[in-house]
């Protein structure tokens, strides 16, 4: 069947292009423009050059702001991915109880961020909070304030707890489109467990992993408001990433000119990891033949 | 416009974006774009190679800035090059 080519389609989506205008492309030029000056306020610029692309790229600080966010989404999508493919793999296919632990999986999913972030800051205190006074009434040394690495327990703990779901769901979603038909031709042949997830279910539900594995990273690159308010980037750089540290050069120091030259170095990140993502999702899709 | 702090060079810079998508937008029409396959095994339009040629081009500028003390034009002259390269072969 041959598809009619209507170029005036093209006019339906000059609202999406306004509303991104104003929304994105303005605000980034404007960004753009602020890198290459230096400003004292009062609206007052004043040529820059590179300079601040310069400083950035040998800024200990950023580098290594940077190794932490790519660490922290690195270890969150080797938790929550498999995590999530697990629970979906092990939640009922129907009935009463499907309905139910759906509904209960997308509770966390319901919580704004800084709701999430002060439940954990509550919970994992320890004079007042159930996690943080049970581990010390255990005897063991758990301070998210002052420890490193019960700063980032905690956090990636957060994460996982909050987002799970979400894989879990999408996983689940897939899982539930594949035909009984392969189910029963695995049994004929004799196929273990295993065999049925490698050959059947893992590539079926490869499509919808790649959207859960891209929103997540996507997600978890931009973290801001849940280890603000757990940690405030604490105990003292530990859990400052990317957007923590971006925010209090841009607003705390108000250094707009530093500020504007690192976002625009975060987003050609953000910009080059999703291509790569986008690009091997649609290509899969090809393959598969959606 | 005050409040966006213009300068000549960021104007050019966008000008020069926004021509290239122009150009590309005017040829995609007249010359309907074919995908293939290059090297790096993905299907690939000119407007994909477009994209692609102006992200690498942005890594190129921020690897000679941080890693060389060369002046800058030294990278726009590797960016071409890359660019010829992934037109023709990605």
Known sequence: MNKTVNQKAWFLILPVLVLVAFSAVIPLMTVVNYSVQDTFGNNQFFWAGLEWFEEMLDSERMWDALGRQLAFSAIILAIEIPLGIFVALNMPKSGFWASLCLVLMSL????????????????????????????????IDYNYTQNIYAAWITVIVMDVWHWTSLVALLAYAGLQSIPDAYYQAAKIDQASRWKVFRFIELPKIMGVLMIAILLRFMDSFMIYTEPFVVTGGGPGNATTFLSIDLVKMALGQFDLGPAAAFSIMYYLVILLISYVFYTVMTNLDKREGY | MDWM???????????????????FTVLAIKYPEVPRHGVLGIETTRGDRLFITLLGSAFINLAWLGLLSAPQWGALVVCFFYALAVFRWV
């Open chain 1, 108 to 139: 966390p999913l319901l919580i704004p961020w800084n709701v999430v972030g002060t439940i954990w800051q509550i919970f994992g205190r320890v004079d007042i909070g159930l996690l943080g006074h049970t581990l010390a009434a255990m005897g």
């Open chain 2, 5 to 23: 702090a213009w300068t000549w060079p960021t104007a050019a810079f966008f000008g020069i974006i926004a021509a290239t998508l122009i150009t």
